[in-house]
């Protein structure tokens, strides 16, 4: 009984040995060491909602075609420079290989991103932080394209003596700042009339004021500079002209569906639209490229102004719904 056990185990030893003989042979490691995933987060600048969703959509698109992973974050409210900070901190502490971030405003969030970056690799989309050269970025060129908006608003066939509204409302983010300063610029260079329009953030108090401030409207043309803004803008002038005949002409900056919606239906006359996908995809790109160590660019994206009569161009199309085509 006892030989017969023997042998039992002699043969089962003597397979596994042939076994391993038959692996080295095939010149086959025995374990093989898997590649490292590389972790990137994305901060952005706001809730999670659709004012985010192209960049998102681009940067997941781009994470898929790097192989790398891929972790959204967002704030529990628009703008708040402090949480975004907190959480810029807290995806360093938890290991981050490197960090897309769409800063909230260049102010607060200078010195926080410069302390990342001694960490790890960070790149800025949307806005960049101003006297930073040494932190990439990828954005649009924002005081560009308000100055375009402007052009825009000043070469529209409907004349009025009336002024033109400037909406100053979220201009602590740099990207709204700038397009805010730019379409100023063009007004002052052409010496054009225009008032500022002064709203809260609140969105509900925002919308409250447009009601007054649109009523018997004392200016010809509107223009905002963010998503959110233009569609508060639109909607105030919807509701005060149910007809559907507006009494100003709104020129807004964005590509949200109800922002769209609103261009369709000719409530807003012209939209500034920079292409979000593209910001997002090469945010995650370049910061795979520093991983890499290859060499770098900052990289301005285009923009451009359309209106009902164009919306539905292919190229258009391909700009305000990238994942439909």
């Not at 569609?231 to 922002?259: C, D, H, N, W, Y």
């Not at 290859?294 to 700009?319: A, C, F, M, P, W």
């Amino acid at each position: 009984m006892k030989k017969h056990r023997s042998l039992i185990i002699f043969s089962v030893i003597l397979i596994f040995f042939l076994i391993f003989l038959a692996i080295i042979s095939q010149g086959i490691p025995f374990s093989q060491t898997q590649p490292q995933i590389r972790k990137i987060s994305f901060l952005a600048g706001g809730k999670k909602g659709e004012a985010w969703s192209k960049m998102e959509q681009g940067i997941t698109q781009a994470a898929s075609d790097y192989k790398v992973e891929f972790t959204p974050v967002y704030l529990s409210k628009d703008n708040d420079a402090q949480e975004q900070i907190q959480m810029l901190e807290r995806e360093v502490e938890n290991g981050a290989d490197a960090i897309v971030i769409a800063p909230v405003n260049s102010e607060d969030l200078e010195e926080p991103i410069r302390k990342a970056a001694r960490s790890v690799p960070v790149v800025t989309i949307d806005s960049e932080i101003a006297d930073a050269d040494d932190i990439p970025y990828i954005r649009c060129d924002n005081i560009a394209l308000g100055e375009t908006l402007s052009e825009r608003m000043l070469n529209d066939p409907a004349k009025s003596e009336k002024p033109i509204a400037l909406v100053n409302r979220n201009l602590s983010r740099t990207s709204c700042a700038e397009r805010y300063q730019g379409a100023k610029s063009k007004l002052q260079e052409e010496n054009v009339s225009f008032v500022e329009w002064a709203l809260p953030e609140d969105s509900t108090e925002a919308y409250n004021q447009l009601l007054t401030l649109l009523h018997g409207p004392s200016v010809s043309k509107v223009a905002a500079f963010d998503s959110d803004t233009s569609e508060l803008v639109a909607k105030a002038e919807q509701e005060l002209s149910p007809s559907g005949v507006t009494s100003v002409q709104i020129f807004g900056v964005g590509s949200t569906r109800q922002v769209v919606s609103y261009l369709e239906d000719h409530i807003i006359s012209a939209l500034g639209v920079q292409n979000e996908f593209n910001i997002g995809y090469l945010g995650l790109q370049k910061a795979v490229n520093i991983l890499n160590k290859q060499s770098l660019q900052n990289t301005v994206i285009d923009y451009s102004i359309v209106n009902g009569e164009d919306l539905y161009t292919k190229e258009n199309q391909r700009l305000l719904f990238p994942f439909s085509q």
